[in-house]
């Protein structure tokens, strides 16, 4: 399974962006797919997750209300929608698959793929 994350860049404090991640290489409506980031002081940190269905989703406390994921299983895509974005937002995003589809878990160990990130900088 290949992941590849795309759509980081830099952004003014308040802004929105979308992040991508394509799935590649095996069924994509299988797995539940999460986004985690990180930036150089701090651990791994888990942003958002939906399961295989989309049906349910479940977020960070640092996000939630400001940030949606959603995917399109017929495009092998999910995506991490942004908006009020802070500077503390700024980090390196993954996107990861995880081979229990019908659950949700914010557990870094538990996803068994991983994309190669995507930059985010929010400027004050």
């Known amino acids: 399974v290949q992941l590849q994350a795309s759509g980081g860049g830099l952004v003014q404090a308040g802004g929105s962006l979308r992040l991508s991640c394509e799935v590649s290489?095996?069924?994509?409506?299988?797995?539940?797919m999460g986004w985690f980031r990180q930036t150089p002081e701090k651990e791994r940190e888990f942003v958002a997750a939906?399961?295989?269905?989309?049906?349910?989703?479940y977020y960070g406390a640092s996000v939630k209300g400001r940030f949606t994921i959603s995917r399109d299983n017929f495009k092998n895509t999910v995506y991490l929608h942004m908006s009020s974005l802070k500077p503390e937002d700024t980090a390196v995003y993954f996107c990861?698959?995880?081979?229990?589809?019908?659950?949700?878990?914010?557990?870094?160990?538990?996803?068994?793929?991983w994309g190669q990130g995507t930059e985010l900088t929010v400027s004050s």
């Open positions: 990861a698959a995880d081979s229990y589809g019908q659950v949700i878990t914010w557990g870094a160990s538990e996803y068994d793929y």
């Open positions: 290489g095996r069924r994509f409506s299988d797995y539940a």
């Open positions: 939906i399961t295989s269905s989309g049906a349910h989703t």
